[in-house]
T-cell receptor
Framework: DAGVIQSPRHEVTEMGQEVTLRCKPI?????LFWYRQTMMRGLELLIY????????DSGMPEDRFSAKMPNASFSTLKIQPSEPRDSAVYFC????????????FGPGTRLTVT | GENVEQHPSTLSVQEGDSAVIKCTYS??????FPWYKQELGKRPQLIID?????GEKKDQRIAVTLNKTAKHFSLHITETQPEDSAVYFC???????????FGTGTRLQVTL
């Protein structure tokens, strides 16, 4: 099993630019989670999907952030326009519902907005 | 919503000693409590978990205990080794669809 795949691994962009982060969950998993990690705020849940449907986006910081899951094997997190305070490591994780709550994290995308 | 508190924030132990990290949670409906280890620059990795129908679970040098009445759970690492040095996160499951609420992390340093 390839595990959760994220791309790009590193992204450096200028303030105001659009950023798109990508995630491929583990095959067979029906839940997908986007997290953001910073030193100041720790590990924050931004949004999660169940069977490709967004369930809770209360963690999305602003309207500049949006996420989609068009099918069971792909999700994107978009920031438009990006700001320096968006600099963080963004993790995608996947899991299964139905009583098995284990979540497996991808390698993360380190985003730097200058 | 669920609130998870984790203590201590940093912990330094000598190699071979034991380390204990404690977490409390607020939602009595939570039933699943995983622990993640995150090494510097790497992803959080699930190392052990416990469900509400058991009070203790052990995997080699790592054990987790759960007290549902008091709403707290703990991670115990025995015979610590330098490679145990990392940040450890506890979490509690919230509601449906496997949503986890994470603690703020404990930075464990194992010194020689």
């Amino acid at each position: 099993d390839a595990g959760v795949i994220q791309s790009p691994r590193h992204e450096v962009t200028e303030m105001g630019q659009e950023v798109t982060l990508r995630c491929k969950p583990i095959s067979g998993h029906n839940s997908l989670f986007w997290y953001r990690q910073t030193m100041m705020r720790g590990l924050e849940l931004l949004i999660y999907f169940n069977n490709n449907v967004p369930i809770d986006d209360s963690g999305m910081p602003e309207d500049r952030f949006s996420a989609k899951m068009p099918n069971a094997s792909f999700s994107t997190l978009k920031i438009q326009p990006s700001e320096p305070r968006d600099s963080a490591v963004y993790f995608c994780a996947s899991g299964r519902t139905g009583g098995n709550y284990e979540q497996y994290f991808g390698p993360g995308t380190r985003l730097t907005v200058t | 919503g669920e609130n998870v508190e984790q203590h201590p924030s940093t912990l330094s132990v000598q190699e071979g000693d034991s380390a204990v990290i404690k977490c409390t949670y607020s939602d009595s409906a939570s039933n699943y409590f995983p622990w993640y280890k995150q090494e510097l620059g790497k992803r959080p990795q699930l190392i052990i978990d416990i469900r509400s129908n058991v009070g203790e679970k052990k995997d080699q040098r790592i054990a987790v205990t759960l007290n549902k009445t008091a709403k707290h759970f703990s991670l115990h690492i025995t015979e610590t080794q330098p490679e145990d040095s990392a940040v450890y996160f506890c979490a509690a499951e919230t509601g449906t669809a496997s949503k986890l609420t994470f603690g703020t992390g404990t930075r464990l340093q194992v010194t020689l």
